[in-house]
């Protein structure tokens, strides 16, 4: 009991997601440059089991954008290259979610004149985690997946915050991770089909976006 008040009490402590990332920085890059795929190294196996996946992914929906976007910057570092176990099903379909919901607080936040700073680079932070998912680790996502992360593209590159120091760096990040996806998804058909659908349904009122995204698939 002792022990688990001690874990709950770190976890909730400032400094827990920095020792984190310092912990997952290291796994961000092959230990074989040469190699095109390796299995995750143990160490981080054991990080992900043990505090990535029960403590950190669920962060990554936070309602604080400061707790998002480092939450977000620890799975990134996580998945940059390796696909560990601890990450795959439920809590990838909890990191896909947190990714979308990034971007449906930046949008809100944005039309009420409210979006901050923060709010700007968690949304750029969820953007790269998607890419990185897309370009890493495709055969991981479904077709609800991809359809997820192209609405996230659209949504947060429409937005317009010229005030917003982040804005353009986070719409650039936008359109970068579209092209992973449209990329990734010409093969197979379903996932081609939601990503197609997604671009559509979320850009079905701006007639040039719809156009410009349709060269781009094409």
Same mark, same amino acid.
């Given at each position: 009991?002792? #022990? !688990?008040?001690?874990? @709950?009490?770190?976890?909730?402590?400032?400094?827990?997601?920095?020792?984190?990332?310092?912990?997952? &920085?290291?796994?961000?890059?092959?230990?074989?440059? !040469?190699?095109?795929?390796?299995?995750?190294?143990?160490?981080?196996?054991?990080?992900?089991?043990?505090?990535?996946?029960?403590? +950190?992914?669920?962060?990554?929906?936070?309602?604080?954008?400061?707790?998002? =976007?480092?939450?977000?910057? +620890?799975?990134?570092?996580?998945?940059?290259?390796?696909?560990?176990?601890?990450? =795959?099903?439920? /809590?990838?379909?909890?990191?896909?979610?947190? %990714? @979308?919901?990034?971007?449906?607080? #930046?949008? @809100?936040? @944005?039309?009420?004149?409210?979006?901050?700073?923060? $709010?700007?680079?968690?949304?750029? &932070?969820?953007? =790269?985690?998607?890419?990185?998912?897309?370009? &890493?680790?495709?055969?991981? #996502?479904?077709?609800?997946?991809?359809?997820? %992360?192209?609405?996230?593209?659209?949504? +947060?590159?429409?937005?317009?915050?010229?005030?917003?120091?982040? /804005?353009?760096?986070? +719409?650039?990040?936008?359109?970068?991770?579209?092209?992973?996806?449209?990329?990734?998804? &010409?093969?197979?058909?379903?996932?081609?089909? !939601?990503?197609?659908?997604?671009?559509? $349904?979320?850009?079905?009122?701006?007639?040039?976006?719809?156009?410009?995204?349709?060269? #781009? %698939?094409?």
């Amino acid at each position: 009991e002792h #022990l !688990a008040r001690h874990e @709950s009490s770190f976890v909730s402590s400032s400094g827990f997601l920095l020792a984190t990332h310092a912990a997952a &920085r290291p796994f961000q890059y092959f230990r074989d440059a !040469a190699t095109a795929r390796e299995a995750a190294p143990e160490a981080l196996e054991t990080l992900c089991g043990k505090v990535i996946a029960p403590h +950190v992914v669920p962060m990554c929906g936070s309602d604080d954008a400061r707790v998002r =976007r480092a939450a977000l910057k +620890v799975v990134f570092r996580a998945v940059r290259a390796y696909m560990p176990d601890a990450l =795959r099903g439920e /809590a990838m379909r909890s990191i896909v979610g947190s %990714i @979308s919901r990034s971007t449906l607080i #930046l949008r @809100s936040s @944005s039309d009420e004149g409210t979006a901050s700073e923060e $709010d700007w680079i968690a949304a750029k &932070r969820a953007l =790269r985690l998607a890419k990185a998912l897309v370009t &890493r680790h495709a055969s991981m #996502l479904d077709s609800s997946a991809f359809r997820s %992360i192209v609405g996230a593209c659209v949504g +947060v590159a429409g937005v317009d915050d010229p005030t917003a120091d982040a /804005a353009d760096a986070a +719409v650039a990040e936008a359109f970068a991770c579209l092209e992973s996806v449209l990329s990734a998804t &010409r093969e197979p058909e379903p996932t081609r089909d !939601a990503a197609w659908a997604g671009l559509t $349904d979320f850009a079905r009122d701006d007639a040039r976006r719809v156009s410009a995204l349709k060269d #781009l %698939i094409l």
